[in-house]
């Protein structure tokens, strides 16, 4: 099996070396990630300039770009062969709810769903990184299954694990993807030249949280995964708009 595996953490982070190291088991690892973090470079592309893709000493490949660009170089010209799976992650940080219009983690995995390639985003929902092992365990078990039963189209998981111990989580929800509130202001600061500077507010809290959602598994320490989309038309707004250009 090959596996692509990239992030939006960069190639340096803790939870992608550990990912790869694990999914080694499985077959062929290559990991193409950002030089630096990326987190919240959703799925934009570099188009105004090029692309240099380097190695580092341990054998991964490295993108001054986002993690999108990482994985198209990868599938549509860096690599002489096609993955079977994309694995990207593992993220530090949850990605839930509205998380995944913006994380980096979640447009790598997009990326290679948009390319026909079933991809899994896996990221582990506390702030300490304690459990890392815990995700890891996990994304070697989807990709697993992906081997042993192979999914009929392409297919793209949003996984959230609870950075908790294994023995500890409660098991696994297919799950909806909840809402959080709105953002939390900006912070204003000043500069030393006298000019104002913002930092944009943390995540809001999750405001739909009920069963069923991600936020609800995995605050009962189940592992939430939920299957993504890219069709972003509002079908039941169809008819309504043209209804609207009638007028």
């Given amino acids: 099996m090959r596996i692509l595996v990239s992030n939006d953490d960069g190639y340096f982070a803790p939870g992608i070396m550990q990912l790869a190291e694990a999914l080694r088991t499985l077959g062929e690892v290559t990991v193409v990630a950002p030089e630096r973090d990326r987190s919240g470079a959703s799925n934009s592309l570099t188009l105004d300039r090029p692309l240099s893709v380097r190695r580092a000493a341990n054998g991964f490949y490295f993108v001054n770009g986002t993690p999108t660009d990482c994985?198209?170089?990868?599938?549509?010209?860096?690599?002489?062969?096609?993955?079977?799976?994309?694995?990207?992650?593992?993220?530090?940080?949850?990605?839930?709810?509205?998380?995944?219009?913006?994380?980096?983690?979640?447009?790598?995995?997009?990326?290679?769903?948009?390319?026909?390639?079933?991809?899994?985003?896996?990221?582990?929902?506390?702030?300490?990184?304690?459990?890392?092992?815990?995700?890891?365990?996990?994304?070697?078990?989807l990709v697993e299954r992906f081997a042993r039963a192979p999914v009929a189209e392409p297919v793209l998981l949003n996984v959230n694990v609870p950075d908790i111990a294994l023995d500890a989580l409660q098991g696994v929800e297919v799950t909806r993807l909840g809402r959080r509130h709105k953002a939390e202001p900006v912070v204003r600061i000043d500069t030393p030249r006298g000019e104002s500077a913002y930092w944009i507010g943390p995540a809001g809290d999750a405001q739909d949280a009920g069963p069923g959602t991600d936020f609800h598994a995995v605050l009962s320490n189940r592992v939430a995964i939920t299957p993504l989309q890219m069709d972003l038309t509002h079908h039941r707004q169809l008819e309504l708009t043209r209804d609207w250009l009638r007028k």
Wanted: proline share 3%.
């Fill in 71 to 141: 994985v198209h170089l990868a599938v549509t010209g860096v690599l002489d062969f096609l993955p079977d799976i994309v694995v990207s992650g593992v993220n530090l940080g949850a990605n839930m709810g509205d998380d995944t219009i913006y994380s980096g983690t979640v447009a790598a995995a997009t990326e290679g769903f948009l390319l026909d390639i079933p991809s899994m985003a896996v990221s582990l929902t506390g702030k300490t990184g304690r459990h890392y092992a815990t995700a890891t365990t996990i994304a070697v078990q």
